[in-house]
T-cell receptor, first 112, second 109 residues
Framework: DVKVTQSSRYLVKRTGEKVFLECVQD?????MFWYRQDPGLGLRLIYF???????EKGDIPEGYSVSREKKERFSLILESASTNQTSMYLC???????????FGDGTRLSIL | RKEVEQDPGPFNVPEGATVAFNCTYS??????FFWYRQDCRKEPKLLMS???SGNEDGRFTAQLNRASQYISLLIRDSKLSDSATYLC??????????FGPGTRLSVLP
């Protein structure tokens, strides 16, 4: 079974803080993704990575950056947190065509 | 038109009922198809992949109609524990996954 672990289930931060969300997988998948999910808006892709040090912008990258220094770890960084970044953040991994994505437990982030 | 569309529901059905969800997608080149379930405030979990020939997993049956660009999920003998949101997910190419808005199901005692 694929195991995708996100560092925190719940996180509360203040406006202007730099926030790090971590995701670790144990299945050697090349591809990792960060999504946010908001009521009425569904899942939206922020960034994805297809290899170490490689990244691509998703649909809503503004205000975020990512880091993939090791294959198993993909970090999402909120450079200067704002209240509109309060959301559920989901990390996912993916192996190859025909296979599904596997999600971590999610991080509920509140920016006050 | 959205890439992946689903009836948002909610579908309120009694225990033991059979319920069917539909999903349509706009990209005729889409390659892979999946149904996920998502419980309130939890992550999406894979329910089943959808194959061209149709596939069944216990009480769940998935169908794909490529000509009509349509995917379905049938749940037989609904249980209270089936209450969740069901997401239709399409993989178009490479890393491009498109999620439907989800259909909410409530199974009532």
């Amino acid at each position: 079974d694929v195991k995708v672990t996100q560092s925190s289930r719940y996180l509360v931060k203040r406006t202007g803080e730099k926030v790090f969300l971590e995701c670790v997988q144990d299945m050697d998948h090349e591809n990792m993704f960060w999504y946010r999910q908001d009521p009425g808006l569904g899942l939206r892709l922020i960034y994805f990575s297809y290899d170490v040090k490689m990244k691509e912008k998703g649909d809503i990258p503004e205000g975020y950056s990512v880091s993939r220094e090791k294959k198993e770890r993909f970090s999402l960084i909120l450079e200067s947190a704002s209240t509109n970044q309060t959301s559920m953040y989901l990390c996912a991994t993916w192996d190859r065509v025909g296979q599904p994505q596997h999600f971590g437990d999610g991080t509920r982030l509140s920016i006050l | 038109r959205k890439e992946v569309e689903q009836d948002p529901g909610p579908f309120n059905v009694p225990e033991g009922a059979t319920v069917a969800f539909n999903c349509t997608y706009s990209n005729s080149a889409s390659q892979s198809f999946f149904w996920y379930r998502q419980d309130c405030r939890k992550e999406p979990k894979l329910l089943m992949s959808v194959y061209s020939s149709g596939n069944e997993d216990g009480r769940f049956t998935a169908q794909l109609n490529r000509a009509s660009q349509y995917i379905s999920l049938l749940i037989r003998d609904s249980k209270l524990s089936d209450s969740a949101t069901y997401l239709c997910v399409v993989n178009n190419y490479g890393q491009n996954f498109v999620f439907g808005p989800g259909t909410r199901l409530s199974v009532l005692p």
